[in-house]
C-alpha cells in the first residue's frame, strides 16, 4: 500500500552496519551522497565482529579471519589510516593428523615428504586453477548483467564474460568447461593421492556451504574462494589486531570520516513505500526516517519478506525468495584456554596460523552425511586459530583463546538444539584433544555458536555464512533470484548491498561497493 512520503534529509539509507553496508555507505559518502546508516545491534560489524565471550577473553565472534578483501578495496577507503593494522598476514595453513605428522600446506619440500609424486604435480594444477580462479576474480568486482535486456551495459557485461573465457585459450577453456559444474572430491581425487593435502582442500571448498566435497558445483566453490583470496594479495590469510571487529570499525571510521551518520541500537522493522517506490524506514521504536534510496545490507528473506512485506512484490517474485535456500551449516567454538594448546607435531610458526581438521575427504564427507537427516557431525572437520599467538591482548596475560569453524552444525536438529548442544560440544572438545592432547584439562570457559545462535545475535537468516547458499541455482545472474540479481529490485529506489547479493559471502566488501556503484552510475 503506497502511503504518503516520508521527507528526505538523507540521499540514502543502508539498513545494516554490517561490514558490506559500511563500505556500501563510505563509498557513497565519498561521492558526496549523505547517508543515513541504521544499525539494530549496539555494535557495527554484523558477522565481523569482536567481542568478549568469557571475562577478559575476546574473539571474533563470527568471521575470525580476513583473507577476501581486495587490497584495492582496502587503500581506496584508507583503512590504514582509519585504525586498520595486521597483526598477522600470509598466515600458514596446516593440515593436521592424528599420527603427529601435519602438512604444511603450499610447502613444496612438505609435500614431497609425503608423495614426490603430488609434490611434481602441485604447481601444474595450483597454476591451472590460478588462470581459473582469474577468469573468476574478474567476475566479482561488477554487478552481473541482466539476461535478455537491451541494455548495452548488460551487454557488454555478457560479451565480457564471453570474453574471458575465450581468453583463457582453447584447452583451458575446455578444461575449465569440464570442471567447473563437477564436485571437488573427484577432481582433487583424479589429481592427487595424499588424503592430507585432498582433505584441506575440499573443506576449503566446501567452508560456509551447505555441501559435502561430493556435491556437484564444489569446485565452483573452491574456485570462487581462491578468486577473493588472489583479490585479496597481500591482505590474504590475514589477522586484524583486535580481530575482525577491527576491520568494521575502520570501515565505520571511513563512512564518518566521509560523511555518513551511523546509528546502532537502531533496528528497522519496516520499509516505507510511497508512490511505488521506497521512500524510507520505520524504527522498531516508531520512529519515521525519509531517504531517497533504501539499501538493505540485511540478507534477501528479512529485506523481502519481513521489512518490505510481500505486498509491495508479485508472487512469482515472493515464491523464489521464499524457495532461496539460506540454513547453514558452519559453528563457531571459542575456548578460553589457560596457556598455549599444544598440537602434536605443530611449531609456533604454524599454532599461528590456520589449522585444519580434514584428514581425507572421506572424512569431510562423512561429516556432512550427519547434516542431511539434520543431525551434527560426530566427528566434525575444523578450522581452528589461536589468534592470541598473534594478539596477546585478546586474553588477560598468558593466556589464550581458540576459534573454530565447525562443520557441520544443522540450524535446527530434531529435537532442537537445547538437548544437542552439550553432545555436539563434547564430540567438538573430543576431535581436538586428538590432536592436541590434555587441551581439555586448559579450557577456563567455553562457547558454542550454532547457525541458530549465529542467526539470533548477528540477525542472518538461517545464521548462513553466504547469506544463502552459494549454489548454481543462487549464482552470479540469478543470485539471490532473478528480479533482484543487480542490486536492484523490482521495488524502486531499493537495493540490497550484503551477502545475499553477488559475489556472495565472506568479508569482502565487494557486494557493498557494487551496490554503490550501482546506484552512483543510476543517480548519474
Ligand atoms: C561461522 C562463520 C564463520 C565465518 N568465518 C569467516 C572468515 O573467517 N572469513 C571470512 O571472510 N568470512 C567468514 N564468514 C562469512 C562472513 O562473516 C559473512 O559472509 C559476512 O560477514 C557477511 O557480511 P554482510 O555485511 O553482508 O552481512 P552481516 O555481517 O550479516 O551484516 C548485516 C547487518 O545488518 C543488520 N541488520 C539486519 N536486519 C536489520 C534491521 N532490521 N535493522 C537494522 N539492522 C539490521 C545486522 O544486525 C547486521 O549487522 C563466516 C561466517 C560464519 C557464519
Redesign the pocket.
Known amino acids: 500500500m503506497s502511503a504518503a512520503a516520508p521527507s528526505s534529509p538523507h540521499d540514502v539509507i543502508v539498513?545494516?552496519?554490517?561490514?558490506?553496508?559500511?563500505v556500501c555507505a563510505a563509498t557513497l559518502a565519498r561521492a558526496g551522497r549523505s547517508v543515513l546508516v541504521?544499525?539494530?545491534?549496539e555494535r557495527?560489524?554484523?558477522?565481523?565482529v569482536t567481542r568478549e565471550f568469557a571475562p577478559g577473553f575476546r574473539v571474533?565472534a563470527?568471521?575470525?579471519?580476513?583473507?577476501?578483501?581486495p587490497a584495492a578495496l582496502i587503500a581506496e577507503l584508507g583503512l590504514p589510516e582509519h585504525g586498520l593494522r595486521l597483526a598477522g598476514r600470509a598466515l600458514p595453513s596446516t593440515a593436521l593428523s592424528e599420527d603427529g605428522r601435519p602438512l604444511a600446506l603450499g610447502e613444496r619440500a612438505a609435500l614431497d615428504a609425503c608423495s614426490a609424486a603430488d609434490a611434481r604435480a602441485w604447481p601444474a594444477f595450483e597454476a591451472r586453477l590460478g588462470r581459473f580462479a582469474g577468469l573468476l576474480q574478474g567476475l566479482l568486482a561488477l554487478p552481473p548483467p541482466r539476461l535478455g535486456t537491451a541494455s548495452w551495459s548488460d551487454r557488454r557485461a555478457l560479451g565480457t564474460l564471453a570474453l574471458r573465457l575465450r581468453l583463457l585459450g582453447r584447452r583451458d577453456m575446455r578444461e575449465f568447461l569440464r570442471i567447473i559444474g563437477m564436485n571437488a572430491y573427484d577432481l582433487l581425487d583424479d589429481e592427487f593421492g595424499t588424503p592430507l593435502l585432498k582433505g584441506a582442500l575440499g573443506l576449503d571448498a566446501v567452508?560456509?556451504t551447505n555441501f559435502g566435497p561430493r556435491a556437484p558445483g564444489t569446485v565452483l566453490t573452491l574456485l570462487y574462494r581462491l578468486a577473493a583470496t588472489r583479490a585479496a594479495g597481500s591482505a590474504a590469510l590475514a589477522q586484524p589486531v583486535g580481530g575482525?571487529g577491527a576491520v568494521s570499525e575502520a570501515l565505520a571510521n571511513a563512512a564518518r570520516h566521509a560523511g555518513a551518520t551511523i546509528r546502532t541500537g537502531?533496528?528497522?522493522?519496516r520499509i516505507e513505500v510511497s508512490n511505488d517506490r521506497a521512500s524510507g524506514v520505520v524504527l522498531e521504536s516508531g520512529e519515521t526516517l525519509g531517504a531517497r534510496r533504501v539499501i538493505?545490507?540485511?540478507?534477501a528473506r528479512?529485506t523481502f519478506l519481513?521489512?518490505l512485506g510481500p505486498e509491495h512484490l508479485d508472487t512469482g517474485f515472493v515464491r523464489r525468495v521464499d524457495h532461496y535456500r539460506s540454513r547453514?551449516l558452519?559453528?563457531?567454538f571459542h575456548l578460553a584456554l589457560e596457556r598455549a594448546p599444544v598440537f602434536t607435531g605443530v611449531g609456533r610458526h604454524a599454532l599461528g596460523g590456520r589449522l585444519l581438521v580434514a584428514p581425507s575427504l572421506d572424512y569431510v564427507e562423512r561429516a556432512w552425511n550427519h547434516s542431511k537427516y539434520g543431525e551434527w557431525s560426530r566427528a566434525p572437520a575444523l578450522?581452528i586459530t589461536v589468534p592470541t599467538l598473534n594478539d596477546p591482548a585478546l586474553a588477560p596475560a598468558g593466556r589464550h583463546v581458540l576459534s573454530a569453524?565447525v562443520q557441520y552444525a544443522p540450524y535446527a536438529p530434531e529435537g532442537g538444539w537445547a538437548g544437542e548442544r552439550a553432545g555436539f560440544a563434547a564430540a567438538i572438545r573430543a576431535v581436538l584433544e586428538a590432536h592436541a592432547p590434555g587441551i581439555g584439562a586448559l579450557i577456563l570457559a567455553e562457547e558454542l555458536?550454532t547457525?541458530a545462535d549465529?542467526e539470533r545475535e548477528?540477525?542472518?537468516t538461517g545464521?548462513?555464512?553466504?547469506?544463502g547458499e552459494l549454489a548454481f541455482d543462487q549464482f552470479y545472474m540469478v543470485r539471490p533470484v532473478p528480479g533482484a540479481a543487480q542490486h536492484q529490485t523490482p521495488v524502486a529506489g531499493l537495493y540490497l548491498?550484503?551477502?545475499?547479493c553477488h559475489p556472495?559471502?565472506?568479508?569482502?566488501g565487494i557486494?557493498?561497493r557494487n551496490a554503490a556503484r550501482r546506484v552512483l552510475a543510476e543517480a548519474a
Open positions: 539498513i545494516g552496519a554490517g561490514h558490506n553496508g559500511l541504521l544499525e539494530a545491534a557495527v560489524g554484523g558477522l565481523a571474533s563470527g568471521a575470525h579471519l580476513l583473507h577476501q578483501m567452508l560456509g575482525m537502531a533496528a528497522v522493522k538493505s545490507n540485511a540478507d528479512t519481513r521489512l547453514g558452519a559453528a563457531k578450522e569453524i555458536l547457525p549465529l548477528f540477525g542472518a545464521g548462513h555464512w553466504h547469506h548491498c550484503g551477502a545475499s556472495g559471502g565472506g568479508v569482502m557486494a557493498g
